[in-house]
Antibody
Framework: QVQLQESGPGLVKPSQTLSLTCTVS??????????WSWIRQPAGKGLEWIGR???????NYNPSLESRVTISVDTSKNQFSLKLTSVTAADTAVYYC?????????WGQGTLVTVSS | DIVMTQTPLSSPVTLGQSASISCRSS???????????LSWLQQRPGQPPRLLIY???NRFSGVPDRFSGSGAGTDFTLKISRVEAEDVGVYYC?????????FGQGTKLEIK
């Protein structure tokens, strides 16, 4: 059973960089034709897809965030990561990592990131 | 971006009765590979989303057969038969046919 777990700081100051890591267990991040995505959800609101990475390092981003987002993969550690620069209060949300191609079949539990000074 | 519009936004249902949620996309979700990447997710209170249905009508592993999906093109429906207390939560449709992937606003299923 594949499991995903997000980790990273829960509090980030405005204008700084948000950095999160998703650790995959129960299977190799390199196996199968899977992409690895980040999705976020502000409190009480809906879901927003941030972007995805393939094990080759190939990425696709949401144009609304593309100028500030970098998603990368480290196959040796079975992890993939999110960096979001120049954060504001509008970036406060629960951040989820998920696996999928065409749908998201496995999700992490999510991690709350608050942007505040 | 493809806009996903769900109706209703709230659905009070009596236990044992059925519920139906509609999802309409602003463009056809038929991909160039012939697949339609429309999925349904359930988010119980305090939990991450969970995949229920993928490619319109395929139930994900472990999903009860009370959940069924249908539709084509731009109009899709999730039906929940014999609603149980554990079905309470928010349901989202999602398209992964075109970047950026987008979600519906969510439909809150409540028990009357």
């Amino acid at each position: 059973q594949v499991q995903l777990q997000e980790s990273g700081p829960g509090l980030v100051k405005p204008s700084q960089t948000l950095s999160l890591t998703c650790t995959v267990s129960g299977g190799s991040i390199s196996s199968g034709y899977y992409y690895w995505s980040w999705i976020r959800q502000p409190a009480g609101k809906g879901l927003e897809w941030i972007g995805r990475v393939y094990t080759s390092g190939s990425t696709n981003y949401n144009p609304s965030l593309e100028s500030r987002v970098t998603i990368s993969v480290d196959t040796s550690k079975n992890q993939f990561s999110l960096k979001l620069t120049s954060v504001t209060a509008a970036d406060t949300a629960v951040y989820y990592c998920a696996r999928g191609y065409g749908d998201f079949d496995y999700w992490g539990q999510g991690t709350l990131v608050t942007v505040s000074s | 971006d493809i806009v996903m519009t769900q109706t209703p936004l709230s659905s009070p249902v009596t236990l044992g009765q059925s519920a139906s949620i509609s999802c309409r996309s602003s463009q056809s979700l038929v991909h160039s590979d012939g697949n339609t990447y429309l999925s349904w997710l359930q988010q119980r209170p305090g939990q991450p989303p969970r995949l229920l249905i993928y490619k319109i009508s395929n139930r994900f592993s472990g999903v009860p057969d009370r959940f069924s999906g249908s539709g084509a093109g731009t109009d899709f429906t999730l039906k929940i038969s014999r609603v149980e207390a554990e079905d309470v939560g928010v349901y989202y449709c999602m398209q992964a046919t075109q970047f950026p992937y987008t979600f519906g606003q969510g439909t809150k299923l409540e028990i009357k």
